[in-house]
């Protein structure tokens, strides 16, 4: 079992998922697909939602020390995307 943390639309949700064989990146955002439009996430029901909706997320995989596993879909985050400012003690 693992649990499946779809954020979406400036939400974040949990589903527990049955499948206990390895996904895809594609069967990741293809189920979340599934449930978001179905609503069988809570709080997150968008019925007109594109099948390509979460083609640019990212997919990414924990395990707890427990052995508790994680899937995070999340969209792409712009870290490191710009050049650093140059802080007031480096241009002095």
Known sequence: ???LNITFGGLSADYPLDANVALSDADVRRIA???VRSGGV???RVPALLDNAFDNYVVDRL???RGEKRIYLR???P???????ASAEASS
Not at 79 to 85: R, S, Y
């Open 33 to 35: 697909v599934e449930l």
């Open 75 to 77: 969209p792409k985050v």
């Open 1 to 3: 079992m693992a649990i």
């Open 63 to 65: 395990t707890s020390n």
């Open 42 to 44: 809570r709080g997150l």
């Open 79 to 85: 870290f490191g995307a710009m050049a650093p400012i």
